[in-house]
């Protein structure tokens, strides 16, 4: 290291942002995920052996990622180099690999690389790396905010322990708050600052489970607040609030948030709960969700989920699609929740999704059975003498409309496909559908007993 180099590392280490000049250097000192580095867990034990192999660290913003990769440099006796993806690119993976190619050649020595934001980088850049990883040249931690599945290549993660770092508790960041305003070394105490108890917790609660977010708030407010009379800067309910503002949804239109988001919201529809469903529409919009998207998501849920238990409800699915197009935002939000709120409340019925999944089941197994003839089109020249709709018996012309002609081909006759559920109105077709036919297949099994005694 010469004099510059001295001057600039001193220099960040006083003039660093708050959250990075708290961050942990032990793993002691690490808040919070402890399901992943609690003292039986095999990355805690890996990292104290000094034996880490290749690992992917994968969570929301703030939730100590880079911490993580920090205390591994820390501990480990390899020479740990770091890039991140959304400034580097191969030329600076070519120079770590040489780097580590002679380190390891001379002294013996084994590299970690640590690339953050691993996601940014392309399918060839990943690709570039996969065989000095797989013959141990460097060992690899990337850290993304992505959902490795699907950013990262199979072949790194077959070779990689995938780590999934959780949201901080309210109780963690709380603690990070504290020894941010107190702590004389690395945090703001030098200032002497104080901040008031339910300051602390509103700014805990309002930070979401990222600890960056926090910890800014903190600095933000002890560099901006003018002293009172008794000398002391302090952090008010007032001053926490003004510094944290908007509470962020972590939320990414293209990622696995959401995903997360939009699976709860069907699965709150689909499980008759209008508060959760609205609550994780509010979600979506607050992120900038596009309302169409919703709404077509309320359509698939009304005839997936609800049907012809409540024929209203896809009538209802449609047209909020349809206003969502023409009206827009912020209006749409009103009919996006109507909508939403109707198809939770609605009869639930899967009849659609179980009668098509049977259905194309059976023609995949039989192909294409013959249609009787009888119901063949009639009408195109010498269709009659080749017996082309020949006996078909027209349902108009019968009491109630039915004429009880098979229509299935023959070799599925008395196949039932769809079977009308006991909810809504569903419970109305079933009737009707017995009383009409005479089939006990559509008669409740208590009903059939009834009329057998």
């Not at 179980?354 to 023609?363: G, P």
């Amino acid at each position: 290291m010469d004099l510059f180099d001295y001057m600039r590392e001193t220099s960040r280490e006083t003039e660093s942002p708050l959250a990075a000049r708290l961050r942990p250097t032990k793993l002691e000192e690490v808040v919070g995920q402890q399901h992943i580095i609690g003292r039986d867990k095999l990355l805690y034990r890996a990292i104290k052996a000094d034996k880490i192999s290749s690992l992917i660290f994968y969570g929301p913003p703030g939730t100590g990622k880079t911490t993580l990769a920090k205390v591994i440099a820390g501990t480990t006796r390899s020479q740990f180099q770091q890039i991140n993806a959304t400034v580097a690119g191969k030329k600076d993976m070519e120079q770590v690999v040489k780097e580590a190619q002679d380190r390891q050649g001379m002294y013996g020595q084994k590299t970690i690389l640590f690339i953050d934001e691993i996601h940014r980088f392309n399918k060839s850049q990943q690709d570039y790396l996969l065989p000095y990883v797989e013959n141990g040249t460097v060992t690899l931690i990337g850290a993304t905010t992505e959902n490795p599945y699907f950013e990262v290549n199979g072949a790194l993660l077959s070779r990689s322990m995938i780590f999934e770092l959780k949201p901080l508790e309210t109780a963690d960041i709380l603690e990070l708050i504290r020894r941010a305003v107190y702590d004389t070394d690395r945090g703001m105490g030098a200032y002497d600052a104080v901040i008031d108890e339910d300051a602390a917790e509103f700014l805990a609660e309002m930070a979401g489970g990222d600890a960056r977010r926090a910890l800014n708030a903190v600095e933000l407010g002890v560099m901006t607040t003018p002293r009172s009379a008794d000398g002391k800067i302090h952090l008010t309910m007032d001053v926490v609030r003004e510094c944290i503002q908007k509470r962020t949804a972590r939320y990414d239109k293209k990622g696995d948030n959401h995903y997360d988001t939009i699976s709860a919201f069907i699965k709150s529809m689909r499980g008759s709960d209008p508060d959760a469903a609205v609550y994780y529409l509010a979600r979506m919009i607050e992120a900038g969700e596009d309302p169409v998207f919703i709404a077509r998501r309320i359509m698939i849920c009304a005839a997936e989920d609800v049907g012809n238990a409540d024929p209203n409800a896809i009538v209802v699915a449609v047209n909020c699609s349809l206003a969502c197009e023409r009206i827009g935002m912020p209006e749409s939000q009103i009919i996006l929740a109507q909508a939403a709120e109707y198809v939770a409340t609605a009869p639930k019925s899967n009849t659609a999704v179980e009668s098509i999944a049977a259905a194309r089941n059976t023609v995949q197994q039989t192909g294409s059975l013959p249609i009787p003839g009888y119901l063949q089109d009639a009408h195109y020249k010498g269709a009659p003498e080749l017996g082309r709709g020949l006996g078909y018996q027209y349902a108009h012309m019968y009491e109630d409309h039915y004429a009880g002609q098979p229509l299935l081909p023959e070799q599925l006759r008395g196949t039932k496909f769809y079977q009308p559920s006991e909810n809504g109105y569903e419970k109305k077709i079933r009737e009707h559908m017995a009383s009409l036919t005479g089939d006990d297949k559509y008669i409740r099994p208590e009903q059939l007993l009834k009329r057998e005694q």
